[in-house]
């Protein structure tokens, strides 16, 4: 997908940005134990999607990052799985 083809994505979820060619986001959560919890919560959901984030975690915040590895660039598996993952989070909120 190139850039155009993301800009919808982008409109409807402002905090995803393209870095190095990956989907990215950062959460900020109240505390690790919570942190933790959402990426529980996006582990079982990747599962079921049978696609998986390149991620990272450091106290209360979730770095993700999302790359269809076969393709070597985003597809719409990184798009559908952002926009689940956006859901989890606004169930947080």
Same mark, same amino acid.
């Given at each position: 997908?190139?850039?155009?083809? @993301?800009?919808?994505?982008?409109?409807? %979820? /402002? *905090? &995803?940005?393209?870095?190095?060619?990956?989907?990215?986001?950062?959460?900020?959560?109240?505390?690790?134990?919570?942190?933790?919890?959402?990426?529980?919560?996006?582990?079982? @959901?990747?599962?079921?999607?049978?696609? %998986? /984030? *390149? &991620?990272?975690?450091?106290?209360?915040?979730?770095?993700?990052?999302?790359?269809?590895?076969?393709?070597?660039?985003?597809?719409?598996?990184?798009?559908?799985?952002?926009?689940?993952?956006?859901?989890?989070?606004? %169930?947080?909120?």
């Amino acid at each position: 997908m190139n850039h155009l083809s @993301l800009e919808p994505f982008f409109q409807g %979820h /402002p *905090d &995803w940005r393209m870095r190095a060619g990956k989907l990215h986001r950062e959460y900020c959560f109240k505390d690790f134990n919570h942190a933790f919890a959402f990426m529980t919560q996006v582990a079982m @959901l990747s599962e079921r999607m049978n696609h %998986h /984030p *390149d &991620w990272s975690n450091s106290y209360n915040r979730v770095i993700i990052d999302l790359i269809t590895h076969d393709a070597q660039s985003v597809t719409g598996k990184d798009i559908s799985l952002a926009v689940a993952i956006e859901q989890l989070w606004q %169930h947080k909120l």
